[in-house]
Each structure stands twice: as structure tokens, then as C-alpha cells.
């Protein structure tokens, strides 16, 4: 997942493959979620410097739940959920 295509589903709801798998909710099994980039730079770069200040990770947040999971910003591609529908609060 580069920047280019995370920056064509920012603020979608998404669902998520990891590792050649589908990304579900461990709490529901739902598989729709929100998400956002989290930097992972704050540990590492205290002990190795700037150059890891790139390495980020998603964070996903269940539609249905809020649960939330995080995967390596490398390992996981995120596409449009086909059902979109946006919830009224
Ligand atoms: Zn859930």
C-alpha cells in the first residue's frame, strides 16, 4: 500500500486484506471498517534515528463495533467497501 492509494480511499470505509486474508472484526466478524495511518516512528526513532520516521502502520476501526486492529502500513491493502453506506449518528 503506497500513498498514492491510500490517499484514493482517505476517509472511505474500506474493507482490508492482510497477508492474502481477508481483514474481519475478531470481536463481530464484520468486515467494514474506518481507518487511519498511525506512526509506528516514536519507539524506534528514539533508538535508531530519523530514517524509520516513514514506517507507519493502519489502523482500523470496526464500522459496526469500533473495535480496533492495526496492521504494518506495508503488509495490508485497503479497497472501497462496495456497500458504503454511511450511517446516520
Ligand atoms: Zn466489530
Do not use: N
Not at 500513498?3 to 472511505?12: F, I, N, P, S, Y
Request: proline share 1%.
Amino acid at each position: 500500500m503506497d500513498a498514492k492509494q491510500l490517499r484514493a480511499v482517505r476517509d472511505m470505509v474500506v474493507t482490508a486484506v492482510a497477508g492474502s486474508k481477508a481483514v474481519t472484526c475478531y470481536h463481530c466478524a464484520a468486515d467494514r471498517f474506518r481507518w487511519q495511518r498511525v506512526a509506528l516512528a516514536s519507539r524506534a526513532s528514539l533508538h535508531f534515528g530519523a530514517e524509520f520516521l516513514d514506517d507507519g502502520a493502519i489502523a482500523l476501526e470496526c464500522v459496526d463495533c469500533g473495535c480496533m486492529l492495526e496492521f504494518r502500513e506495508d503488509r495490508i491493502e485497503l479497497t472501497r467497501a462496495p456497500s458504503s453506506m454511511r450511517r446516520k449518528s
